[in-house]
């Protein structure tokens, strides 16, 4: 019911920057909080940032000062500005978010979408 396309993703080298978007489509009645996680080859997905509906944000220690989570209610979409990039912050980038359908007329959920992931390699 609810696609949420990523893009944005990439290499660069260390200092460098790079911006993702995640753009949700489908019969949404409306989008609750989202993020961007990221999960590193053998280790388990990480949370990088999340944004409330209303544009609070919370971000993992390691990256605060660098990224900026930020999103467009009006666009359905959500960003990640991510400078200073460091050989660490390499992994794919997950978009996640919390929305409620409608089907058959009628608000549904919410519940958890994920999207298809998006390469970041960062070299030294």
């Known amino acids: 019911q609810v696609q949420l396309v990523e893009s944005g993703g990439g290499l660069v080298q260390a200092g460098g920057s790079l911006r993702l978007s995640c753009a949700a489509s489908?019969?949404?009645?409306?989008?609750?909080?989202m993020g961007w996680y990221r999960q590193a080859l053998g280790k388990q997905r990480e949370l990088v940032a999340r944004?409330?509906?209303?544009?609070?944000?919370d971000y993992a220690d390691n990256v605060k000062g660098r990224f900026t989570i930020s999103r467009d209610n009006a666009k359905n979409t959500m960003y990640l500005q991510m400078n200073s990039l460091k050989p660490e912050d390499t992994a794919v980038y997950y978009c996640?978010?919390?929305?409620?359908?409608?089907?058959?007329?009628?608000?549904?959920?919410?519940?958890?979408?994920w999207g298809q992931g998006t390469q970041v390699t960062v070299s030294s």
């Open positions: 996640n978010a919390n929305v409620q359908t409608v089907r058959r007329g009628v608000p549904v959920g919410p519940y958890d979408y």
């Open positions: 489908g019969s949404i009645f409306s989008i609750n909080a």
């Open positions: 944004i409330t509906s209303g544009g609070s944000t």
